[in-house]
């Protein structure tokens, strides 16, 4: 799924998979929520309104069913972090 960064309060970035008809939302904390169900007229809107975070609140939040995740950055992986550690170093720490 392809993310669109957006300037909004609290929303980081957005994306739709219109075959999936699922929404990512991710916000500035590093979370993110899979929406199911959305439809593309509302993914529409979300990516063209100048009020995202509005728009979320009033129009997703509430109304659709969301399966919270968080967000990996790009080219890292736990295996690649672990395979780099110092050693005695735990990988939970960091």
């Not at 994306?15 to 993110?32: C, K, N, P, Q, T």
């Not at 995740?69 to 735990?90: C, I, N």
């Amino acid at each position: 799924m392809e993310m669109k960064k957006i300037h909004s309060v609290k929303l980081r970035a957005i994306g739709y998979d219109s075959r999936e008809r699922i929404l990512r939302v991710e916000f500035e904390d590093g979370s993110a929520i899979d929406y199911s169900g959305v439809g593309g007229d509302v993914w529409r809107t979300l990516s063209t309104t100048g009020s995202a975070w509005s728009y979320y609140r009033d129009n997703i939040e509430e109304e659709y069913t969301g399966r919270r995740g968080r967000v990996q950055p790009k080219g890292t992986s736990q295996a690649l972090q672990d395979l780099f550690k110092a050693p005695g170093e735990d990988s939970s720490s960091g």
